[in-house]
């Protein structure tokens, strides 16, 4: 009896070898692919205050770049078996660490992408050094991701808290609004924001009268708002975001500011927000965007896909997602392998151009990835024409100047 | 009117009544005395339907009443006297008055409760708990009244009082007889008792130990004060 | 000086949704004797209320102060009929309990249905802007919010002290046993009264609809301010929710002006201050406990 189970055990594990040699993928194409497949991860909030701009629709967004990824190479394609896998970080570091050791450990992810919440972002991006695989940031701002924290493994796709303070901090100012108060949220996001903002104000020859610390989260910001009024400035610039920045702008409205010609900047913005609060309680407000669904003829037709599978139209966390895992893929055929050292020198050093990056460059010394971004103020309610149609595009900010640069990021890897 | 057989009671798997019988005529005033944790209290609050649980029987003018709620034995004429009198500190003394509802064409007007109770009178704006002691014990026995009960279950209203309030309160009884009210008096006070009471229980561990008429127990009276420990 | 009145106003505005919201849970308190952590969320309802109104039957803030109330009263009656009821006889850890898991499915199946990141709510043009009142600039629709609830307040206060509802209520949440054994069908009342607290906090929320964030966890954070609310002010007194809720919107805007990392914080010191001193709240009476 005991013999026939050795037997039957060896047997099972001869098998799977056998298996396991069979499975790397297409052979024709000699691929290297552990487990047979490849498998893409999507790590963010699918329940709390980011599940709307980011959340399942992002899932979704990296399911449509592999479609066009085996509709584009067909037979040609490294590899045929590709799966997408997301989990629920729920915005804490915490969670974050366990579910992304999960990830790359038990289900075999390649690579993570997305993870809104810097605090999130940067366990993950230790994980991912630590684990020698693939994570591409596409919702997290820390400037730490490619910065004083950067790593070989760590990519950051979409935006950074520098390109948001500097693109609103230095065009507000230089047109016309010298003198500012700040307001943020009194932990990581906040703090480096009202570090950048303060930078560029000055950089542009304005000044700032003040920064002002809040609780966070917080619903009640009038009093905030009466004392950052009180010196009179031309503009206040908040660096709430959420479901705070909502309160934060509602309350602004009510409190006056506006009609004695103070001007409202927000630092981060979203467009779920705009929608989620109508478009007339925040028109004329300015803010840095990376990405719009409505800039071009080939933005538009990928919102309306996206819309055609979601019901809704995107946010540039969805397109980044899209784009970020796109990429990743052409990296992948590129190098024939999952490997991630060879993929991160597949990507590194790219310049290329999407559907989300315009005159992109995956800058090799940081990771950090730059491309054009967008001065956009949001539409007066007479000029909305369709739903989610909120922003006129003022400026486009290009690559070079919108991001730090490489010697600033100060990041060795 | 009131007939009460085999009464048990529990707090958990504590017996607190061991077959209690006793019974109230109509118009009769009958006192129950026992020294403290003898099962006065237990007993009241199974009477007004406070304390469920029980076993036995409890009827109320005829009706079995043991499983019926407090509100309900209220209204078919059990007016309750609290111990600690159980005014309201939230309710002015006309609404203290005013709260419970009528139960009977007996029920007292207003202005007669005032008329009796002058002082209740000059301060019926007042909140319930300004009153003095003495007053909050009127104010509590005129409560009742005002509602028309047909018996009520008095639960030491003499205690903390000065003599000559008691004294009041004890010709308040009385006259309350006289209208055909009967009264279930729970008292220490062996002296005040045998002022009002025809009739007198003796309440020890939860059972009766003794049932005396007024004559017997003024009789023996030192007896029962050593008994009670006073 | 000008900015001291501002501030003021500005509390007593933020002081209006917790007055409010307080008035009802300490009533429900008084009669049903549950501590009903589902306040929060049946305040975030009535804030979602107002604003799917709004959107599919186009009711403005008008006719929501109107309509949510009487909306929310049912949906409480509904609760308390379906849940809360049977656990009435238990102790009074299982209905804190029911309302906790309460709190949790409220908030989920709102997500679930209006997603996270909030809905959008425009108020009526006249309350937008400033109104200038003997020299001094102050936002037109936080004078409302404070002129309003001071309106309500007042009209519970009638209500408690002059029906004889009131004074049942009144009586139940001072001594709720001899209140019954003196013939008053207390049961009776604690339906309409569990709904007419949930009422209030759902007018709270209708309030709060164009000045706040109308998201499912708005109530989160609301809540947990509120029972610091109502511990100051004495659990299941009336006056002492009300006066405290006013207090700690002075104390917020205060603390946010001159000290704004510890605007909350102050609070719970407050809160602290006060339980050591009374251990009973501001208007709380010790004797009054079940």
Known sequence: MKSMHIRAGAAAMTGALLLGACGGGPGASGGDFTGGKLVLAVLNDQSGVYKDASGPGSVKAVKMAVADYKKKYGDAAVVDDIEVTSADHQNKPDIANTKAQELYERKGADIILDVPTSSAALAVATQAKNHHKLFIDVSAATTQLTGARCNKYTFQWAYDTYMLANGTGTTVTENGDKNWQLIYPDYEFGQDMTKSFTKAIKGAGGTVQGAIPTPFPNDNFATFLTKAGSTKPDVIGTMQAGGDLINMVKQFNASGLKEKGIDLAVGLMLITDIHSLGVDQFAGTMFTDPWYWNMDKETRAWADRFQHETGTRPSFEHAGNYSAALQYLEAVQRAKTDKADAVVGELAGKKTNDVFLHNGEIRAKDHLVIHDTYLARVKKPSQVKEDWDYEDIVTTIPAAKAFPTAEESGCSM | MLEVTGLRAWYGEAQALHGVNLSVGEGEVVTLVGRNGAGKTTLVRCLIGLHRQVGGTVSFLGRDITGMPAHRRARAGMGWVQDDRGIYAGLTVEENLLLPPKVSDRAWTLDRVYEAFPVLADRRKAPGTTLSGGEQQMLAIARVLRTGARLLLMDEPSEGLAPVVVARIGAIIREIKETGVSVLLIEQNVKFAATVADRHYLLSQGRIVEALDNSEFRRREVQLLEHLGI | MNAVLQYAVQGLAA?????????????????????????????????????????????????????????????????????????LRLDPLYNFLLTFGL??????????????????????????????LAGVVLPRYQLFVFLFSVAICVLV??????????????????????????????????????????????????????????????????????????????????????????????????????????????????????????????????????
Do not use: C
């Open chain 3, 157 to 290: 206060w009638l209500l408690m002290t002059r029906t004889r509802v009131g004074m049942i209520v009144r009586a139940s949440t001072e001594k709720p046993e001899l209140t019954r054994a003196l013939g008053v069908n207390v049961g009776r009342w604690v339906t309409p009264v569990f709904g007419f607290g949930v009422a209030l906090a759902g007018l709270a929320g209708v309030l709060a609809a164009p000045f706040r964030a109308i998201t499912a966890d708005m109530g989160n954070n609301f809540a947990i301010i509120l029972f610091a609310v109502v511990v100051i002010g004495g659990l299941g007194s009336i006056v002492g929710a009300v006066v405290a809720g006013f207090l700690v919107g002075l104390v917020e805007a205060f603390g946010q002006a001159y000290a704004p990392t510890f605007a909350q914080i102050l609070i719970f010191v407050l809160m602290a201050l006060i339980i050591l001193v009374r251990p009973a709240g501001l208007f709380g009476r010790e004797e009054a406990t079940r």
């Open chain 3, 103 to 132: 709190t949790l499915v409220l908030v989920e199946l709102v997500k679930q249905k209006y997603g996270v990141s909030g809905l959008p709510y425009k108020p009526p043009g006249i309350l937008q802007g400033r109104a200038e």
């Open chain 3, 15 to 87: 002081g209006s949704f917790y007055a409010l919201a307080a008035l009802g849970l300490a009533i429900i308190f008084g009669v049903l004797g549950v501590v009903n952590f589902a306040h929060g969320a049946f305040y975030m309802l009535g804030a979602v209320t107002a604003a799917v109104l709004l959107d599919t039957l186009g009711l403005t803030l008008w006719w929501s102060l109107l309509a949510v109330p009487v909306l929310m009263f049912v949906f409480g009656v509904v609760v308390e009929r379906l849940f809360v009821q049977w656990l």
